[in-house]
Each structure stands twice: as C-alpha cells, then as structure tokens.
C-alpha cells in the first residue's frame, strides 16, 4: 500500500516534470524577424522570448515574456518596442497575469488582464496613446489562454502523439475578446535552427477566427521534433503582408 | 526607343541612390538592378557619340550595386541598448510583483 503512493507521486511528479521539463525557466530565444517587400525578405526586428522564475510572498511563477525591438538602422524611421509578458503557473502554464506594451513608431498601447483564481473572470485595464485608462471585467472559460501561454502549451503537447492533420483547439484572450484557436499538425521537416543546427522540426499551422490572419496553412510554426520543441521558425501572413520570425540563437534550453 | 531607356535609366538611378542611403537592405536591389538593365540597353542602343550618358549611368548603377551589397555584408543588424526601454521593463516588472502578491 505504502509503496502504491509512493508510485503514484512520483507518477504525479512525473507527469509534472514532463509539462514543465520543456520550459526551462532560464530559457532564451533570439530571433531575426523579416518582413517581405516586394518579394524580399527585410530584416527588421529582433524578437526576444524569455523565461524566468518569480517569486511572491505566496507562490512562484513563471515569467514568459516576448520583446520586439527594431534594428537600430530602422528606429529613427519606424522604432518597435513591444513586450508582451505572462506570468503563468510554472506546472500548468495557466495565465495569471498578462500584459502588452507595445510602441510601434509612436502609437502606444498597453493592456494588463488579472486572471481570477478560478480562471474565470478576467479584469482588464488599457490604455491607448492620448485616451483614458479604461478598466473592465470580463468572464472567460477556465482553460482560456493568453497569446503567450498559448505557445508554451503547445510546446507541452507529445508531438510523438500527434498524426498529420490532426487538430488541437485552444481558446486565446486577446484585446478583451476570446478567440477559439486551432492548431494543425502538417508535417515533419528538417529546417536551420540558428546556433542548434539543422533540426528536424514538427510543423504546426495555426488558425484563429480573427482578421488578423489570413490565408489558409499560412501561418506556420516549426517546433523542433526532440524533446526541447523549440519554436525554431514562424511563418505569419497578415492582411499587410507576410513575414517569418527565424531562430538566431538559443540558450538556456 | 533610346531616349525611353534613358530616361527610365536615370529615373531608376535616382531610386536607387534614395534606397541606398535608406536602410532598406535587399530591396535597394530592385531599382539597382533596373538601373542596370535599363542603362546597359541604353548603352547598347546609342552609337559612339551618344554613349557617355549611358556610360555615366552605368558607372553609377555598378557603384551603388558595391555600396548596397557591401552594407549587408559589412553592417550586422543590431538592437541599440535602449536604457529608457530597459528601465520600463524594471518597473513594469516591480509593479507585476505587487499585482502578483495580491492573487
């Protein structure tokens, strides 16, 4: 009986390990973010997604956070400083805290949801260049994600598991609204991984019911195939154009 | 036919010598390479006497084609340690600490 428990907690722990053994809380990844103009690829941005571990009082979490910064060549013509942050449960990677500053050639925006205990109830606060703060409470599904989060989830899923065409569903908070997202496994290809090498990759396409992204398999991710799944290139086609995120280094993982 | 490619040569020399100065790293390639296009049929187009304006055009299109290949070889794109950004992200982290404590 006793041993029974025994087994059973480290089957528990186990399980736990596995969710959260593939985010490291020391994790950096550096990107080379393109824009395609007239047919060629434009470096403009580095993207920046970290991991750290923060603690309260009470509890500790895991801080995701993304930063976009354009090169210093394009920010007397159009300078990009976003950072998107979440704070998540470091075993379930369930959002407590999400926030959004973005400056993108002068507009200005910023956004933080409070997520209640229960998962439940979001209280947000924005404020938009030159407008008043403005604060609101909104209800959301328990298993509701933010844009953040949400990747990190993904990279929790057994890829092993998954067949081609099979899709996965989500829900993703994003500017106070709930979007129900899908993400389809397509296929496996060994694409460059920055520093890591060539790395056979799992590719995932991602659709959600916004106007933000269009086309259909056009908004791609490729995860590396091991057990780091390490998003190694984005493919995004927005209603101005399209562009990729491509990994130029990574460490900590 | 001459006096057409001539002045698309020139009109596409200007674009270039504007993308070269600009930051816009591979795309100074599209009016570059018209230029080129344009001012070598020019060249071809013109008999011996009329050949020094193309020829000009042309020096200046291969000059700008070095410039613009030398700046995304020799200039690696780089993020400016931007403090005012750096201190923002400092006390939006302190103020997430607060919030946080408060869940």
Same mark, same amino acid.
């Given at each position: 009986?006793?041993?029974?428990? @025994? &087994? ?31 047919? =060629? ?14 603690? *309260?009082?009470?509890?500790? &979490? ?20 976003? =950072? ?5 449960? %470091?075993?379930?990677?369930? %959002? ?11 507009? *200005?925006?910023?956004?933080?949801? @409070? ?16 407008? %008043?703060?403005?604060?609101?409470? &909104? ?10 989060? =949400? ?28 979007? %129900? ?71 900590? @993982? | 036919?001459?006096?057409?490619? $001539? ?67 020799? $200039? ?28």
């Amino acid at each position: 009986m006793f041993m029974k428990k @025994i &087994f059973l907690i480290l089957l528990v722990l186990q399980i736990n390990l596995v969710a959260f053994s593939q985010i490291k809380p020391s994790e950096k990844l550096v990107y080379a973010a393109s824009y395609n103009m007239s047919g =060629l690829m434009t470096q403009l941005a580095q993207v920046t997604m970290q991991t750290e571990t923060v603690k *309260t009082t009470k509890k500790s &979490f895991l801080h995701l956070s993304w930063e976009a910064a354009t090169f210093s060549k394009w920010d007397s013509f159009f300078k990009i400083r976003d =950072l998107y942050e979440s704070y998540v449960d %470091p075993a379930s990677l369930r %959002p407590s805290l999400y926030k959004r500053s973005i400056y993108e050639g002068g507009y *200005t925006k910023t956004e933080k949801y @409070i997520f209640s205990a229960d998962g439940k109830t979001v209280s947000s606060t924005m404020r938009k260049k030159n407008r %008043p703060e403005v604060k609101k409470s &909104f209800s959301i599904g328990s298993s509701t994600l933010d844009i953040i989060s =949400l990747i990190y989830k993904i990279r929790t899923l057994d890829f092993t598991k998954i067949k081609p065409g099979q899709i996965i569903s989500y829900v993703l908070v994003f500017d106070e609204k709930e979007y %129900p997202v899908s993400i389809k496994f397509m296929r496996n290809e060994t694409v460059s991984a920055g520093n890591l090498g060539k790395k056979e990759c799992s590719v995932f396409s991602i659709a959600a019911k916004t106007d933000r992204l269009k086309g259909k398999d056009k908004n791609l991710i490729w995860f590396t195939s091991d057990s780091k799944k390490v998003p190694v290139l984005v493919r995004f086609s927005i209603p101005v154009g399209t562009g990729q995120l491509a990994l130029s280094n990574a460490s900590g @993982i | 036919m001459r006096l057409f490619l $001539i002045i698309s040569s020139i009109v596409f020399a200007v674009l270039s010598l504007i993308f070269t100065i600009l930051p816009l790293g591979t795309i100074a390639f599209l009016p570059v390479v018209l230029t080129l296009i344009f001012s070598l049929l020019a060249f071809l187009k013109s008999n011996d006497k009329q050949k020094i304006l193309p020829r000009i055009i042309l020096i200046i299109s291969v000059l700008n084609l070095l410039v613009v290949v030398g700046k995304i070889v020799l $200039i690696k794109d780089k993020v400016v340690n931007d403090k005012q950004f750096e201190l923002k992200k400092e006390e939006s982290k302190k103020e997430d600490i607060k919030d946080l404590e408060g869940l």
